[in-house]
């Protein structure tokens, strides 16, 4: 992809699933990349809460001093319970929105305080098909991909033409997560219903977000873009 060679780039959830395999594509594209996790990562600078607003604010200036600052955020890192709405705790709720959502908030917040200052940025974030259209047994899960949409939305209208934002909607991802949460059964029902008959893979959705983040998608801001094999089609 045309100008992503030294970008200096922050992936958050970056060791594992759709995280994991960004980090690997844009290394493979020529950029210094910086991956912020809750667990894994060689630098413990790096290693945070994304919920933590605190954490989050330590994180990056560990960041501006391995890479010297941020030119393409990658907010990637979530994550679900799986349960009836009826059955979804206070915990659940208030951990799920603060990692999906929050953490969002914080983490786009941080990045793009640096990028206005430097004249130019790229933030995108990973909302889903679930923050599109109701699915069962997630709805907390549902409520934060909803709200990253529109976050997404409001700060591309804000930061243009400064920085660039969109949000990003995968639909079935075979991630740990996901294999995690579906037995054999599960997913082979799921795939019936995909128009392409099978989930995607992380590294698709890393090809996305090289795209995005590169000049050949310049003209991309405040879009909100599913992958998923046609199955809201």
């Given at each position: 992809?045309?100008g992503?060679?030294?970008?200096?780039?922050?992936?958050?959830?970056?060791?594992s699933?759709i995280?994991a395999?960004?980090?690997?594509?844009?290394?493979d594209e020529?950029?210094?990349?910086?991956a912020?996790a809750?667990?894994?990562?060689?630098?413990?600078?790096?290693l945070?809460d994304?919920?933590?607003a605190g954490?989050v604010?330590?994180?990056?200036?560990?960041?501006?001093?391995?890479i010297?600052?941020v030119d393409?955020?990658?907010a990637?890192?979530g994550?679900?319970?799986r349960?009836?709405?009826?059955?979804?705790e206070e915990a659940?709720w208030?951990?799920?929105l603060?990692?999906?959502?929050s953490?969002?908030?914080?983490?786009?917040?941080q990045?793009a305080?640096?990028?206005?200052?430097?004249?130019?940025?790229v933030?995108?974030m990973?909302?889903s098909?679930n923050?599109?259209?109701?699915?069962p047994?997630?709805?907390d899960?549902?409520?934060?991909k909803?709200?990253v949409?529109l976050?997404?939305k409001?700060?591309?209208l804000?930061?243009?033409?400064?920085v660039?934002?969109?949000?990003?909607c995968?639909g079935?991802?075979l991630?740990?997560m996901?294999r995690?949460?579906y037995t054999?059964e599960?997913?082979?029902?799921v795939?019936?219903?995909?128009?392409?008959?099978?989930?995607?893979t992380p590294?698709?959705?890393?090809?996305?977000y090289?795209?995005?983040?590169?000049?050949?998608?310049?003209?991309?801001t405040?879009?909100?873009?599913?992958i998923?094999?046609?199955?809201?089609?």
């Amino acid at each position: 992809m045309k100008g992503l060679e030294g970008k200096r780039v922050v992936v958050t959830g970056g060791t594992s699933g759709i995280g994991a395999a960004t980090v690997a594509r844009f290394r493979d594209e020529g950029a210094q990349v910086a991956a912020i996790a809750d667990r894994d990562v060689e630098d413990p600078g790096l290693l945070c809460d994304v919920a933590d607003a605190g954490a989050v604010a330590r994180a990056f200036e560990r960041v501006d001093e391995l890479i010297g600052g941020v030119d393409v955020l990658i907010a990637n890192a979530g994550i679900s319970i799986r349960k009836p709405f009826l059955e979804i705790e206070e915990a659940d709720w208030q951990r799920v929105l603060g990692v999906n959502l929050s953490g969002v908030f914080h983490c786009a917040q941080q990045a793009a305080r640096r990028m206005v200052a430097a004249d130019g940025g790229v933030i995108l974030m990973t909302a889903s098909t679930n923050g599109l259209t109701g699915h069962p047994f997630y709805a907390d899960y549902n409520a934060s991909k909803a709200g990253v949409i529109l976050l997404a939305k409001t700060m591309a209208l804000e930061l243009a033409p400064t920085v660039r934002v969109n949000a990003v909607c995968p639909g079935y991802v075979l991630t740990p997560m996901q294999r995690a949460e579906y037995t054999d059964e599960m997913l082979a029902e799921v795939n019936a219903g995909i128009p392409l008959g099978r989930h995607a893979t992380p590294e698709e959705i890393a090809a996305l977000y090289a795209f995005l983040a590169s000049d050949e998608g310049a003209y991309f801001t405040g879009a909100v873009i599913s992958i998923d094999g046609g199955e809201t089609a």
